[in-house]
């Protein structure tokens, strides 16, 4: 038979499986000597086994009665003694925290009998009853499962019949009556009278809390937070404690450091003369720990010596809830304590300075997440201010500007000296030079993948979308917000894309002092005083001793590629040369693609020719050394013509109008529609562009090869390799390169100069993945292109599909998270597994990399290094990011190796 | 060392790998003992080492030394020698045949010498410099590598300098003389002289056939017939016989029996006094062999009994070229004949019937290609008559209407008893109505896989499309050809959907009596009689003893599932209920959409219920007691909305007219806009759509389940089953079939009758075969949807790429054939063996079955047989092909298990 009672001196803190958090803590404590009330903890299993057959495991009443004895010697009392009565109180206490979740009673073992005895032997008639009504509340609403307000109700009729506006002004009288109506409460709606027994009463609480794992809102926490819904919780019975006992009494809540900075110092609150539930309820105010060595130096020094025991034997930060009954202190809680990014970075450097930790345990202990969060400006005293809106938070940090209507304004102002944010309903490719502009992107439409929150996050803008409250009226250059405010073109608004919020006005501005110094690299000077900054720097730097995977970026601009090498990126994985056909250059990619003869089309070509080479130079310049690829166009030709829909409305309305439309519109309209495309993602483009449109690809590598000539020319270390898009055969990749081999034949023969630059492929289709050996074979190198690849395995549009059903999706359980942000394992991941197996099977040895979105998501990048590719690109602003966690998949693989599991 | 070359008598007819299809078939002939001009082999292993390493394989030399001297007793005349010289051919011979291809060199052993001895003992002197004019070109073609135009201009201008108009009235003299001009047109263009030892001649011309293998055309023959390009030309060296060798000369081919019709009995052509380059050249009038039997009796007389042997020996339908030589018959070649569909099916009839070959033999020897062409009707007298316009073959048969231009006129004039032929553009959704009206669908745009064409082909009817010389003009109701023909409504047309031709007026119409027998099942009565209708017959029987998987059909009115059944369909694999919310019914489906209310949507979908319903007691009763599998409404619903461009034209022409928008236009417009999607393909749809849209699954259970209760009422053995489209993973299904459960417990407590009916899912998306053995936890069965797995596998929207660049891809090598068409194994066909396996883990006997288009493909047949299918569903017209192929997939097994690899 399983020993289903553990009692606090049998655990330990490594038996949170089964005791749970809080029964392994209670236990770890109890074995250090801390002063912890008596008590056991009914295990995990014995919930389980509850929850399974409805029934509790057999032999449970025994052992119960056999640890129950036991508490009674530790504590001197008895259960039920009508004198002299034990109270206990019956928690949940499941193995991940799931605070408020689960269920409560307290002030077991009270009856008309022993609320006497309470009374006469421990602290008056007044708290006695107290006492009773609470047990009698909670179990009313626990065991018996009534609604809380019927005991609200009667509680308000009671006072409302004495006149009475506070709970606290109620005598014990009051209080005695009080009882005797929820008494009746309980009769009337339960059906049942309240157990005299306090053995009942116990019994009944212990499978209350057993059933509270499963009530609603513990399971939809549990989805949230990624709990496994089959660990069930335990419970503990402990000897009650009181912090209303009195002046000499209270309860409080502390943690060995600063939870909100990190700084080294007991931090806390305290409560005088009441009971922890106070405290978590927040009904009185609490003052901060220090008012303690005033009020009880005792107790506050032996606090104190506590927490520095348990941060030394913990080896982390530790929070605890004590209380003080009548003078003295009592242990009720420790776990290791959350904190915020900037403390987890100071923490763990102090802790590893201390030697308490080692640098790899210092590094486990941060996250990239966290990272994240300490590179981005933080508005300074936006807490408790009413913004204008509410929207998605599409990419994080805060910003400040003129709100501005259109790409044009934008540029304009900009280029004036102006900060601008760029408010949009929804963004499209030809807002790009706006979006480069401003200094943040607002839409009211749209999610976290839409056009503007996936661009704003490659260029680490700030971004909110989807803030569907704000009307935006572009025409009249304007915003709208519900209540009626207007913000017009040139106000000054503030963007929050850490909280999804805008504000009116111009808030103050916190730059990040972390992102300052990684971006000023060596000459950091006065930035790499502040202890935070040194905190990162630190780990940074184990960090990059200790990871196996490169980390690149995906970088279009000889600026973003130089602020990615300062970032730390060790090449480009991803150079997208569709932006460089954009802007002023449009006008040459539209007559390239109406051109009506061979020679019309190679005008237009000859023409982006050196403006490409002058991209590609700069980009090669500040990567000199380094790795970078570049992707051949990619998007379908279409998307440099005009919407079609807007087109033919636009012509249809001249034509109603009597007007006669212009030849150049009248040709545009036929082209846009001969190239129109009901599915664009999976219509011409990618290596089928380049394989049907003529000279597309020649001019493109001719721009780069010339480029890396002229690097070479001047003595620098030009290091570019060609990366075909989409493809799905061996052969698409074969003919593309016979075409590339040929163009660089050609410039070599020129020039004198050898570029045999290497060609390899994106993986971002299924088929890819799926004849991945037989494309090894004409790959020098793959790059999984995972956002394409998710696409396609889940085949769904990441234009579509986040504003229509995910929310749904999420909310239903389809997934945890977007697949999108965090990489699908099951489906995507299998497919990066498949092709990285079968590729290095013909050629051993093949570079592998990632050069989706995912490459700067955490889970995402452990993911990888497990798959062994060589290296993740992703946006400049994430490379730290993805140098942390790079590192940290490989803690995660040291442990999973020696059998840790977590 | 190798033996490279084998004398006709040591080869045999197995042996076509080593020695070429032509030298197996000469040295079988050989051993037959019918009369072969004595000769040898050098084989295609020789060939394929001098490919390699561009000199001859060693011993290679003395090899023919051997064998030219066992040819030389064996032809009573020695090489080279002056008085009775032995002349030779050089032919080259493939494993697979590639006629025409590769290069031949004929009268080896003249010379300046030798063709004296030629003119006197073989023939006169015309004779012998007309053999010698004909060497010296085919050895400066082949041998020398130079242009044919060189000796044509220089008999041009002999002929020209003689005043002479045709090659045959040129004297002996003239010859002579021709001679020596083309000796001098060798010296001068080749720089060397023609050789004069006639060895020399015999190497270098083996060495020049060995070449042609590599020839440009070879490699884009190999390339067009799927011939591997690394197998090599054998060589044959034989005795030349002359059929221009006087009046009792002559050459000719024959088939043992009609090559066109498979009719019994010897057949066909025979040309007196020429040589047998002269027949495949086609530069004489040919004679039936019939002629032959009055021109030479003896020789008839024993060409006739050869061919008897010939087919009895080789046990199929063989073809021969022959030559007469002075009355001497000679056999120059043997091989299995080709054959029309019609002869396919009478000859592996006849012969099962003969005895000669088994009734497995006889299904390998017909193929469900063939069995399709036959299905469809024919026009008698198209040959030779100019179209109106071509296209695609999209859907084959032959029809004849009434050109209409929209569907609700072809639908008016149906139902008024017309036969019409609806003309479009290219097809919609809304068409349907009119293509369900109409005899054939032509339209001016589109491949194969357009919606006309897949639509067409699923319903069986006559479709040709993308006609680009046709421009079609709705608004105007008739079409212009490009040479200004115009076509107006009403006019009528004959539509070929297997040449893919059009043609003004009606053509006289054949139909095919095999469709007809096949349609009406057991009551075929007189139609049985035909002696072809017998032969499918017998074919179809046997097959569907054999074949392992059953056939279901795609059907989605109670018209298609009873023609299936008809058909020899087991069941309906896919039943599609989007066209059950299109017609009239698409205004309660507007409705819903557009709801804007609870109260409202549900009016809408309880007005839809009881059509819907209506609609599957149809179907449950045509295939009563018989799975019929109905997918949930799977389309984006903004395909039931109008198309936006269109609308957002017409109301801002409306707007710029200053006209008021309806207000319903409105509205649309509005729910258009905010149902838009960049990628409708990827996006809201199957699944999705049945977990966001209220009342939608629920609404089309209920009637399912209804229909099942009032077909089982009726006394009906209804097995329906239903299918959920688009699932990515097993969260989805879970969740659909809760709702899916719970409608069917309602229909079940409120008739009191169990509908406890199977709920599967589609795998169409990778993510779904990946995860398949999760998926296959709820799925009761498996139905691999391979169009959208092709999709989404490849990343390629079938509605865009076809027209764009797969005529580039075929043209270029990525496809063999479209994906689309024939299952790509090595991507989509991976993922459904992955499925399968992981699926049947989860459940083992788990049902699978596919119900794209590629179950009524032959190859993709197959493969499903192999992976292990259940049952492939394919349109009703193709279900006795499937049928067919299934069946002969088993065949393709057990020779594999047998190790034959063929």
Chains 1, 2 share one sequence.
């Not at 004895?69 to 259960?79: P, Q, S, V």
Request: aromatic share 6%.
């Amino acid at each position: 038979m399983a020993k289903n009672i553990y009692d606090f001196d049998e655990g330990r803190r490594e038996m949170a499986g089964l005791l749970g958090g809080k029964g392994a803590g209670l236990a770890e404590m109890t074995r250090m000597g801390l002063p912890v009330p008596p008590g056991f903890t009914v295990t995990t299993e014995a919930c389980r086994s509850y929850l399974l057959t409805g029934a509790e495991p057999a032999g449970l009443r025994a052992e119960l009665e056999r640890h129950l004895a036991l508490l009674e010697r530790a504590a001197g009392r008895r259960l039920g003694d009508p004198h002299a009565p034990l109270l206990l109180s019956v928690r949940s206490g499941a193995r991940y925290s799931m605070p408020g979740m689960m269920e409560t009673v307290l002030d077991i073992g009270l009856t008309d009998a022993t609320v006497r005895g309470l009374a006469e032997t421990g602290g008056g008639k007044r708290f006695a009853y107290d006492s009773y009504r609470r047990l009698l509340q909670m179990y009313g609403s626990t065991v018996l499962g009534l609604h809380r307000g019927l005991f609200d109700s009667a509680l308000t009729r009671l006072k409302t019949a004495r006149g009475l506006a506070d709970d606290r002004v109620l005598t014990a009288d009051d209080l005695a009556d009080l009882v005797e109506v929820y008494k009746a409460v309980i009769r009337s709606a339960a059906g049942e009278d309240f157990p005299q027994d306090p053995r009942e009463q116990l019994y009944r609480s212990v499978q209350a809390v057993f059933r509270s794992w499963n009530s609603e809102r513990a399971r939809l926490y549990r989805r949230r937070e990624h709990i496994p819904d089959d660990l069930g919780t335990a419970v503990n019975v402990q000897m009650m404690v009181f912090g209303n006992h009195g002046p000499r009494s209270g309860t409080g809540v502390a943690f060995t450091r600063d939870p909100a900075t990190g700084r080294p110092g007991m931090y806390g609150d305290y409560l005088a003369g009441a009971q922890g539930e106070d405290v978590v309820s927040g009904v009185r105010d609490a003052v901060p720990l220090a008012a303690l060595e005033e009020l009880d130096p005792a107790a506050y020094r032996a606090l104190r010596g506590y927490l520095a025991l348990l941060e030394t034997h913990y080896r982390d930060l530790c929070d605890v809830e004590f209380t003080i009954d009548d003078g003295t202190l009592w242990m009720l809680q420790t776990r290791i304590g959350k904190r915020t990014a900037e403390a987890a970075f100071r923490i763990a450097a102090q802790l590893a300075d201390e030697g308490l930790i080692t640098e790899d345990e210092a590094l486990a202990r941060v996250t990239g997440e966290q990272l994240g969060r300490l590179l981005f400006p933080r508005f300074a005293d936006s807490v408790g201010r009413r913004p204008l809106a509410h929207g998605v938070p599409a990419s994080p940090g805060a910003a400040i500007g003129a709100a501005v209507f259109d790409s044009a304004e934008a540029a304009r102002r900009a280029a004036a000296g102006e900060k601008v944010v760029l408010v949009r309903r929804e963004t499209t490719p030809d807002d790009l030079p706006g979006m480069v502009a401003a200094q943040a992107v607002l839409t009211s439409r749209g999610g976290k993948t839409s056009h503007a929150a996936v661009v704003a996050r490659g260029m680490g803008k700030v971004c909110v979308c989807g803030a569907e409250g704000l009307t935006v009226d572009p025409a009249r250059r304007r915003l709208t917000t519900p209540d009626g405010t207007v913000v017009a073109e040139g106000d000054v608004i503030s963007v929050d894309g850490t909280a999804g919020t805008v504000h009116l006005g111009a808030l103050a501005l916190r730059t990040s002092p972390v992102a300052a110094y990684l971006e000023a690299g060596t000459d950091a000077g006065d930035i790499a005083a502040d202890d935070l900054v040194r905190a990162v720097d630190r780990l940074l730097r184990h960090a990059d001793g200790l990871r196996r995977m490169e980390v690149r970026a995906n970088a279009d601009t000889p600026e973003d590629a130089a602020r990615a090498r300062r970032f730390g990126a060790r090449g480009i994985g991803l150079c997208r040369t569709e932006h460089m056909f954009l802007g002023e250059r449009r006008r040459l990619v539209e007559a390239m693609i109406l051109a009506r003869s061979d020679a019309e089309r190679r005008q237009a070509l000859k023409a982006l020719l050196p403006l490409q080479r002058a991209d590609f130079t700069g980009i090669l310049a500040a990567m000199d050394g380094l790795p970078v690829t570049v992707r051949l166009l990619d998007p379908p030709l279409h998307e440099f013509l005009p919407d079609r829909t807007a087109l033919t409305a636009r012509l249809t309305a001249a034509e109603a109008r009597g007007e006669t439309p212009e030849p150049h519109d009248a040709e545009l309209l036929a082209a846009v529609e001969s190239m129109h495309e009901v599915n664009p993602m999976l219509g011409l483009r990618g290596v089928r562009l380049a394989l049907v449109a003529p000279g597309l690809v020649a001019m493109q590598v001719r721009a780069l090869a010339e480029a890396v000539v002229d690097r070479r020319r001047a003595g620098g270390d030009p290091r570019a390799e060609i990366m075909v898009p989409l493809v799905a055969s061996v052969t698409e990749l074969r003919l593309v390169k016979a075409e590339i081999r040929r163009v660089l034949a050609e410039v070599w023969a020129a020039t004198g100069t050898d570029v045999d630059l290497p060609v390899g492929t994106m993986i971002e289709l299924p088929r890819a993945a799926l004849t991945a050996g037989r494309i090894a074979g004409e790959a020098e190198f793959f790059s999984y292109g995972t956002n394409d690849l998710t696409q396609t395995v889940w085949g769904m549009s990441r234009d579509d599909v986040e504003a229509e059903f995910f929310p749904a999706y999420v909310a239903r359980g389809v997934f945890d998270a977007s697949p999108f942000e965090t990489l699908d394992r099951d489906g995507v991941g299998r497919m990066v597994e498949i092709a990285t197996a079968e590729g290095r099977e013909t050629r051993p040895g093949l570079v592998t990399g990632v050069c989706g979105e995912h490459g700067g998501d955490p889970a995402s990048v452990r993911f990888f290094d497990r798959a062994g590719l060589d290296y993740v690109s992703c946006s400049p602003f994430r490379v730290p990011v993805a140098r942390l966690e790079a590192a940290r998949a490989r803690l995660d693989d040291a442990h999973r190796n020696t059998g840790d599991t977590r």
